[in-house]
């Protein structure tokens, strides 16, 4: 298995490491904690039943607002279990995070430059294919990931057998087949959410290497020019290649020094 259980000890990450750390980068994303002791982002394509595994891990526990300058409505709830407080945030459903819809970069922003503890992916078991592509966009930007496999029951139904523990395998990530209608599978996604945060569950994701036709020298020489100016970031080629993209949310993160926030290394509460 290629993410692993491991025994919570001096190695394990600590909430200095945490995203409840960075409180004040979290303040200026809108969010307040609450005197949570974690962040879990929950992301996914449209009509895959986020909202539903959002108003079971939550209950009444909810609020709702828009995010900060947007009209773009954002949810978020909280829940506690084995004694820790945990901040619920529902990002807008997106199909991609390269595109340069509203939705997409609220989603891809609160990834990267929020840096939650974790972030639950919620997948439509009936059309897996099709949202992998998000999955795989997400774990290039973090390896703090749990997959719920959703709507497991329709798949059932429609006589759709999935492998999740190969799936595990292959992604390198908890992979947690639930119905959350029917509370299916709740338990045990809060278990994997609950071990990433504390870090008895290591993940090792799987991830694809970026290439880009007639780039690679230069994308080369900006990851080495990102190594120098920001030797902790992580994922540097991702980075690198949006830059190159001319992403305008990257570059003006990198010219306000807001990426370099992203180093482990910088403090996060100023």
Known sequence: MIWRRRKVGSNAPGCANCAV???GRLNRLGLRLDNADYVVA???NPNTGKSTIF?????LRQHTGNWPGKTIARAEG??????????LVDLPGTYSLLSASPDEEVARDFILF???DVTVIVVDATRLERNLNLVLQILQITDRVVVALNLIDEARAHGLEIDHQGLEQELGVPVIPTAARFQEGMDALTRAITGIAGGSIECRPRRLQLESAGVGDALEEVTRML?????????KPWIALRLLEGDPRIVDALTTGELEALNPGESLAS
Not at 227 to 235: D, I, K, N, S, W
């Open 42 to 44: 929950l992301a996914g």
């Open 227 to 235: 190594e120098v100016e920001f030797p902790g970031l992580p994922h």
């Open 114 to 116: 929020g840096r939650p």
């Open 55 to 59: 108003n079971a891990l939550t209950g």
């Open 21 to 23: 750390a960075g409180a």
């Open 78 to 87: 909280g829940f506690e279990t084995e004694g820790k407080r945990f901040k």
